[in-house]
């Protein structure tokens, strides 16, 4: 943790596939509407897949650290924290690879990473100045995937029960609860849990006041 004050601040938000930690990044960013606040989401950073066929693409294990080009995000995070502006990815999830397209992002007092397996990578833990578990259910966490998969990506019922057995679940376990330990602060029931939420807003104003 970097306590110059003249630098960005960096909320790592992570927890599994469901566990609702986009709904608690979202809470904090809309209780400080208005003030310089960003979110980025991990998820933009998968890997460029164009050279690849389309069954290649969706052999791809999407729940794998290596599934991330975590390289350019801590170059972009980097970027950010020297106030300089980046040129964030797009990620076409029909597709499954990268658009061409890039969305011009300027440097915000605080940012709120927001991602599955951010604190899996040491380079990553070490930008950040809070690092926040959504501990959530597993039962809730599938109902919630196949609900948003099947709305929001297009994916049939059948498709997203399968990967979440062949990859999702298993992936969860290997990768993703181990980094709990990293988090200095654990939220149980996501987005449900206000009391946590306002904690971390009231923290996150507090920060921003130090900025002014």
């Known amino acids: 943790m970097n306590n110059n004050i003249n630098r960005p601040i960096i909320i790592g938000v992570t927890g599994g596939s469901g566990s609702g930690k986009t709904t608690v990044s979202e809470a904090i960013y809309h ?8 979110i980025m989401q ?10 690849m066929t389309m069954e ?4 791809v294990n999407y ?7 975590t390289d350019l995000l801590i170059s972009d995070l980097t970027k950010l924290l020297k106030n300089q502006p980046i040129e964030k990815p ?14 011009h992002t300027e440097p915000k007092d605080v940012i709120i990473l927001e991602g599955i397996l951010i604190l899996d990578d040491p380079r990553l833990r070490d930008l950040m100045d809070i690092k926040v578990f959504v501990d959530t259910d597993d039962d809730i966490r599938i109902i919630r995937r196949i609900q948003r998969d099947m709305l929001e990506r297009g994916r049939s019922l059948q498709s997203v029960i399968d990967q979440y057995l062949a990859t999702v679940k298993p992936m969860y376990h290997q990768f ?17 849990n206000t009391v946590a939420i306002d904690l971390l807003t009231t923290k996150v104003r507090d920060i921003l006041t130090k900025h002014q």
Do not use: C
């Not at 998820?43 to 050279?51: C, L, R, V």
């Not at 729940?63 to 080009?69: E, R, S, Y």
């Not at 797009?90 to 969305?103: G, K, Q």
């Open 90 to 103: 797009v990620y076409n999830y029909a597709e499954f690879t990268r658009s061409s397209e890039t969305i």
């Open 176 to 192: 993703i609860e181990p980094t709990k330990r990293y988090a200095d602060i654990i939220v149980p029931e996501g987005g449900q």
């Open 42 to 51: 991990q998820d933009t950073y998968y890997n460029d897949q164009a050279e």
């Open 63 to 69: 729940d794998h650290p290596l599934a991330f080009d």
């Open 31 to 38: 209780e400080l509407a208005g003030k310089s606040i960003m």
């Open 56 to 59: 290649e693409r969706k052999a």
